[in-house]
């Protein structure tokens, strides 16, 4: 079975500061990672998403993430954070075309002027 | 615009009356998806559909019904609400091409009295 582990459940940190979301992951078979967004009364925005190939995916709004296999993880960083990127972020697997995704617990970056 | 769409977005209801929250997508997806969002759960998995009178349970199915009559629709029915339905629920769907992940729908914030 897969699950998605993310450790921190809320981190905050100061404008302009960069930031690093971790996410880790156990399946026994491959699988598509993703990281969404979450903001303040919204549903869930595809941040970016690790198919195959390079380990380091560039995502929207400045985010990136770096697929590691031997550690099972896939961390989101941004360099620099901005007030409205307050919101809550999600990790995210899914094994096969039609199986469901799961989700990590979240995590809630709180960007602090 | 590609979009997910719910209805209605808040809805106060009292325990036993028999609601459906609406969800339909333009984006000519295979597969549809209902989660509830709960505080310190995450997002757990109701019901998925992967066509056109092809649903199946996810992992939190009970008190809950679905239906996929058309591609676009899928219709989430409440036959009794109880209190413990008190939820944010969230639509999704995406392509059979399981990579491209979900697109949301903006959520359902549903209290039963």
């Known amino acids: 079975a897969q699950s998605v582990t993310q450790l921190d459940s809320q981190v905050p940190v100061f404008e302009e500061a960069p930031v690093e979301l971790r996410c880790n992951y156990s399946?026994?078979?491959?699988?598509?990672l993703f990281w969404y967004v979450q903001y303040p009364n919204q549903g869930l925005q595809l941040l970016l998403k690790y198919l195959s190939g390079s380990t380091l995916v560039k995502g929207i709004n400045g985010f990136e993430a770096e697929f590691n296999k031997s550690q099972t993880s896939f961390h989101l960083r941004k360099p620099s954070v901005h007030i409205s990127d307050t919101a809550e972020y999600f990790c995210?697997?899914?094994?096969?075309?039609?199986?469901?995704?799961?989700f990590g617990p979240g995590t809630s970056l709180s960007v602090i002027p | 615009e590609a979009q997910v769409t719910q209805n209605p977005r808040y809805l106060i209801t009292v325990t036993g009356k028999k609601l459906t929250v609406t969800c339909s997508q333009n984006?000519?997806?295979?597969?549809m998806s209902w989660y509830r969002q709960d505080p310190g759960l995450g997002l757990r998995q109701i019901y998925y559909?992967?066509?056109?009178?092809?649903?199946d349970k996810g992992d939190v199915p009970e008190g809950y019904k679905v239906s996929r009559k058309e591609k676009r629709n899928f219709p989430l029915i409440l036959e009794s609400p109880s209190p413990n339905q008190t939820s944010l629920y969230f639509c999704a769907s995406s392509p059979s091409e399981g990579a491209r992940g979900y697109t949301f729908g903006s959520g359902t914030r549903l209290t039963v009295v």
């Open positions: 984006m000519n997806h295979e597969y």
């Open positions: 995210a697997v899914r094994r096969t075309s039609y199986d469901k995704v799961i």
């Open positions: 399946s026994s078979v491959s699988v598509y």
């Open positions: 559909s992967m066509n056109v009178e092809v649903t």
